[in-house]
């Protein structure tokens, strides 16, 4: 298997104007890591850290495979309705594996796949013109929710199943729907048991940001054909890189470690994901979501105050060479930008030596179009270097299978890493509870009371 490789020459002293001591990756940071690795490996031993064991688990993924084909693919379309750790792996693997413009694409050359629609924000605009576009003969919803009770996903399942009643009748209706969801609790599993419903189970120990090569994300991508074997191939072999306690010889150790370290000694608390490649994008998205709700965290794990966490920002070379860079360049020395590169991007594009009178831009003819994007990512890593601002970069062989399950495996092995640096539970979300509280509120769940809101002042609205 080729093997991601991670370049963090450029958070390091020698090569970076106030970078990192090397000699600290021998020795504190080394012997910190140690003990973050070996609370890992405690926390594993209680069975919390089931995100883990699922490149191993061979019959989640035959049921997965079974119902892709024998299901899914009946259907010419699929949506998923999820949102966070339910929606963003499922957007990621579709816009990696399946390739721009997939749903664009005519049934013969998607090889007679369905086509593929995450709907996460309840917003009526997007669902009407979804559902105004689609047949509802021909649609599959997999309704996705761990809880089985979150608000913006049970809402699209009602009118999702709405709409589907109402073109193919009651009896029938229960045939577009499959959930994934708890394998014992919560409401949907409840309508499934009743209803007799497919459904697949996120296993009881795999939370939703860690669940993308769970039946989540596993599910949405083998209906169009991804290989969901190779994805967990992909992701076991990291499992294994990361089994070591050397600092220097664990990749997700080595992520976590240097950016944790980035943030509490060095006041580089932005930590910024670009990946020069429009199909990783929503990577970006879904690493913003994991290390965001991981690792930001009102209290210790003791319970101690502590206001804690990085914040991460997805962003998109070279498109955001014009936007962002200048801030990363110039602006506040609080970020570290961790690039990611793709060796063999598959396409080659060749651009033309059209006007080799025009110096200005005479230069591009005879090159390709992969060099220059891979060209303005070194050339960045470099300029960025060359102003004293860390950075790093992921290289990954290909944009298949196998390397992302790798990169998927590294990011949440590095955040449950960074979970024992901060010293937070990177398994849980208290700070969006009261919100949903708020939300139940003003919708009227029973047991939930109207709550008064913040009186608008007319002083202060302008
Ligand atoms: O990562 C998480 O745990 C969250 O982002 C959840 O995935 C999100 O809130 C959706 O939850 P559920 O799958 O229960 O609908």
Known sequence: MKRIRFD???????????????????????????TAHAEVEELRGTGVLGFYDLPFSAENVDRVVELADGFGQWFQDVVVLGIGGSGLGAVSLKEALLGPGWNDRSEESRDHF???????????????????RLEPRQTMFNVVSKSGATAE??????????????????????????FTTDPAAGALRQIGDAEDIPML??????????????PVGLLPAAVCGVDPRALLAGAADMVERCATDELTDNPAGMLGTLLH????????????????????????????????ESLGKAATRSGEK????????????????????????EGPRDKVVVFVGVDDVGTSMEIPDRHPGIVSIAYLGGHTLEELLDAERAASAEALRLRGRPNATLHLPRVDEEALGQLFML??????????????????QPGVELGKRLTYGLMGREGFE?????????????
């Open 411 to 428: 990011f949440q092995i590095a955040t449950v890493y960074a979970g024992a640096l901060y010293d937070v539970n990177p398994l849980d």
């Open 114 to 132: 369905p086509r593929l629609h995450v709907v996460d924000n309840p917003d009526p605009v997007t669902l009407a013109a979804l559902l105004d």
């Open 306 to 329: 502590a206001e804690t966490g990085p914040t991460p920002l997805a962003s998109i070379g070279a498109t955001d060479q014009h936007s962002l860079m200048q801030l990363f360049m």
């Open 261 to 292: 370290h980035a943030d509490t000694a060095m006041g580089q608390g932005i930590h910024v994901l670009m990946p020069y490649s429009d199909r990783l994008r929503p990577v970006a998205l879904w690493f913003q979501q994991l290390w965001a």
């Open 8 to 34: 963090f020459g450029n958070l390091l002293a020698s090569r970076l104007e106030g970078g990192v001591d090397e000699a600290l990756l021998e020795g504190v940071l080394a012997d910190r890591f140690r």
């Open 201 to 214: 189970p996120v296993p009881e120990n795999v939370g939703g940001r860690f669940s993308v090569l769970s």
């Open 450 to 462: 109207r709550p008064e809101l913040a009186e608008v002042d007319p002083r202060w609205v302008l």
């Open 153 to 178: 996903t049970m809402a699209q399942y009602l009118v999702a199943r709405g709409w589907i009643e109402a073109a193919v009748g009651a009896d029938k209706a229960r045939g577009h729907f499959l």
